[in-house]
């Protein structure tokens, strides 16, 4: 079992919907909890920087973190296409440097 | 905003030639990363560098190498480059301190013939 799992989908919904990305892990010491973005050959992209649990709004993009179920999301509203992209979830132990990234989910919002 | 550089952003080559990929952060972070992106597969560390003349590899088994005489830079060498190389790399650099994330670069596309 990956210390990380994350449907790669692709996941395709109409603008304007609500869209729900999620993580699920392994490691009860994972503390920090990341989203990235990254765009058709481009490198991810820092959206969400969580510590703990709990939410972290910023804009239409709201980050969730359930330690107890070991369970990550993103939310993402009023989806635009110019959010097609792929979404990677990443998390790391309180003492290390180093994360460990899912595999993307693929987003597709269509006009 | 994180402003790392990753040069070439695209190379085609042919086998056994040896290939220098370029990454240079203007930030002064410590901490720089090497990884490999296959499409659809997790981010797997190559090598990473805490510090000036400090490199570690990571889980990734590579025959690669790097090296870091200047903090803002951080190049990955590939001796004899095969077709199981072909991959995207990307490159990272992260702030001291554990709740710091990494910042990316936007990667070099390598095709090995």
């Known amino acids: 079992q990956k210390e990380v799992e994350q449907d790669p989908g692709p996941l395709s919904v109409p603008e304007g919907a609500i869209v729900s990305l999620n993580c699920t892990y392994s490691?009860?010491?994972?503390?920090?909890f990341m989203w990235y973005r990254q765009y058709s050959r481009k490198g991810p992209e820092l959206l969400m920087y969580?510590?703990?649990?709990g939410n972290k709004e910023d804009g239409r993009f709201t980050a969730q973190v359930d330690k107890s179920s070991k369970y990550i999301s993103l939310f993402i509203r009023d989806s635009q296409p110019s959010d097609s992209a792929t979404y990677l979830c990443?998390?790391?132990?309180?003492?290390?440097?180093?994360?460990?990234f899912g595999r993307g989910t693929s987003l597709i919002v269509h006009p | 905003e994180a402003d790392i550089y990753q040069t070439p952003r695209y190379l085609v080559i042919g086998t056994g030639k040896k290939i220098t990929l370029e990454c240079s952060q203007t930030?002064?972070?410590?901490?720089m990363y090497w990884y490999q992106q296959d499409p659809g597969m997790e981010l797997h560390l190559i090598h990473y560098?805490?510090?000036?003349?400090?490199?570690e590899k990571g889980d990734l088994s590579s025959e690669s190498t790097v090296s870091r005489i200047r903090t803002e830079h951080f190049p990955l060498t590939l001796e004899s480059a095969r077709p199981s190389h072909t991959s995207q790399y990307l490159c990272?650099?992260?702030?001291?301190?554990?709740?710091?994330?990494?910042?990316f670069g936007d990667g070099t596309r390598l095709s090995i013939l």
């Open positions: 990272a650099s992260s702030e001291s301190g554990f709740n710091q994330p990494q910042h």
């Open positions: 490691n009860s010491a994972f503390q920090y």
């Open positions: 969580t510590y703990s649990s």
């Open positions: 990443a998390m790391k132990e309180g003492g290390s440097y180093i994360p460990t």
């Open positions: 930030m002064g972070h410590d901490k």
């Open positions: 560098s805490y510090g000036v003349n400090s490199t």
